[in-house]
């Protein structure tokens, strides 16, 4: 039987079409992807990512275990500062992508729902010295405030100032009364914040965020939208994109592989070697020439020979247009050549753009 | 609850037929076009083409998911509704808004009329989709 979160009332009570992803009955949509994708590049809608992993690391050897677990470097990270990261396994193979945040007495790690139980298995594999983990997943619920009037509308029902906190940092503070980690953070493209609220207090921050944006009419968003919206960004899906069989590298996520941080990382010798003789392949963009949509798994020619396959792909509401990611060898990965896709037994064809898709989010960097 | 007209035949992959005359107006459900939701794109391969029951005749193309359309009966595909298939606009969301009416899908001049009898009514249709709804 899957698990709901604190919100499923409210996504009930919405209209909510509801679906299990990542082990729980979740919102695919409510008043359909495309008016919802919309809503969040105009204004500003809410997303229940509560279905997120939350882990808490402390101790007093925490920041050297997450250094050796993540690509990225902690040691950089000041307190209430986040940083994207990915864990790897020994290959380069990804174990699964992440926030990780510095907060006074922990750290707390984000991670994908589908890979919760694996991720807390593994970190838990790899302990040693003084680190205490806790998961909290169900202790806390997470809300996504997507949208370039993402700030107006939280800071009606919030008691600090939201303007000084820079992307991919955070805040502690109270919203709609109840004390909660603010981060501006998110999954698509647009500015806007993650909230992370004590799980039995969910319902109160959601009642009041629905009131304070109806000036901006704030609507709850569905899952569909979430993909669509992280897609037309290039952010990678986890399960899609990146898994145990890719590598950060081939990923385009460079630039949270940090090779040379001192004490090194898990995969860090495999990723080294990939870095020097280049990836063999890239996740590139392609953008469709025509009407036709590609999906995961299409095959992807160049000039008639076999180059690679989707991962990713939808109609980009933003650009009307099909787009996708795609694995592709690293001589066909140039910007503007022009690639084809098998769709039904036809070759469509569709041009390498430079990531992201849609160039116009309001997210602050 | 999807809406199940009683005028209305109903094949098992969720397409819908008018009877007119020799004349079937095919469509999709209410039941499909909100598993499929946002439809942006629809294309009848087979129009022109003399298809049989059961053959694919063309697809449809929502955010999420591409469908395959299934002749609900065997004739040639004599017309695609040029109105859900306009290049501008939201033209093929009128099968999400409306599809028992605007919404319709091609024409097919029917070559063998016994099959009308084995498609589904509107009471073995509502069950179909009751039992799809509650697995």
């Keep these: 039987m899957s ?98 945040y510095r907060l006074p007495d922990h750290f707390l790690l984000v991670v994908n729902g589908a890979n919760n139980e694996k991720d807390t298995a593994w970190l838990k594999e790899h302990l040693s010295g003084d680190v205490q983990l806790e998961n909290v997943t169900t202790e806390v619920a997470q809300l996504a405030v997507q949208g370039p009037k993402a700030e107006a509308c939280l800071q009606k029902i919030s008691s600090i100032g939201l303007a000084p906190i820079g992307f991919y940092w955070a805040a502690e503070g109270k919203v709609a009364g109840v004390d909660v980690l603010i981060s501006r953070t998110g999954y698509t493209g647009e500015d806007g914040f993650e909230l992370y609220i004590p799980a039995e207090q969910a319902l109160k921050v959601w009642d009041e965020l629905m009131a304070a944006g109806k000036e901006f009419e704030i609507e709850p968003i569905g899952l569909g939208a979430r993909d669509t919206l992280r897609l037309e960004m290039k952010y990678c899906l986890y399960g899609n994109d990146i898994d145990q069989t890719t590598n950060p590298l081939e990923a385009g996520l460079g630039f949270v592989v940090k090779l040379d941080k001192p004490g090194g990382f ?6 080294q070697k990939v870095a020097n003789e280049k990836p063999r392949r890239r996740l590139v963009c392609l953008e469709m020439e025509d009407r036709a949509i590609p999906r995961p798994k299409l095959s992807v020619f160049a000039d008639g020979n076999p180059v690679g396959f989707v991962t990713s792909g939808t109609l980009s509401p933003s650009l009307n247009k099909g787009i996708a990611l795609a694995y592709v060898q690293r001589e066909s990965a140039r910007v503007g050549t022009k690639l084809t896709i098998e769709i039904r037994g036809n070759r469509h064809q569709a041009v390498l753009i430079a990531p992201p898709f849609y160039k116009h989010g309001s997210r602050k960097k | 609850m999807s809406s199940i007209p009683a005028d209305l035949k109903y094949t098992k992959t969720h397409e819908w037929v008018r009877v007119e005359g020799d004349i079937a107006i095919v469509g999709i459900t209410d039941f499909a076009q909100k598993e499929l939701s946002d439809i942006v794109y629809v294309e009848i391969t087979a129009l022109g083409k003399t298809v049989k029951q059961t053959e694919t005749i063309g697809f449809i193309e929502a955010v999420k998911a591409t469908s395959d359309i299934y002749a609900p009966v065997s004739g040639e595909v004599i017309e695609a509704n040029a109105q859900i298939n306009k290049k501008e606009g939201d033209a093929p969301a009128m099968v999400n808004r409306d599809p028992y009416g605007m919404g319709w899908l091609c024409k097919i001049k029917i070559s063998n009329p016994a099959e009308l009898s084995t498609l589904l009514d509107q009471a073995a249709y509502t069950n179909l989709v009751q039992r799809s709804q509650h697995h």
Excluded at chain 1, 266 to 271: F, K, P, S, T, Y
Aim: hydrophobic share 40%; charged share 15%; with cysteine.
């Design chain 1, 3 to 100: 698990k709901t979160t604190p919100f499923y009332s409210r996504h009930l009570a919405a209209g909510g079409k509801i679906v299990e992803f990542a082990g729980y009955q979740l919102p695919l949509q409510f008043r359909g992807i495309i008016p919802e994708h919309h809503r969040v590049r105009t204004t500003v809608g809410v997303f229940d990512v509560s279905h997120m992993g939350r882990i808490r690391v402390w101790g007093a050897n925490a920041l050297q275990f997450i250094n050796r677990m993540t690509t990225n470097d902690a040691s950089n990270l000041e307190v209430y500062q986040a940083q994207y990261s990915v864990m790897c396994y020994p290959d380069g193979g990804i174990v699964d992508d992440l926030v990780v």
């Design chain 1, 266 to 271: 898990i995969g860090a010798e495999v990723l």
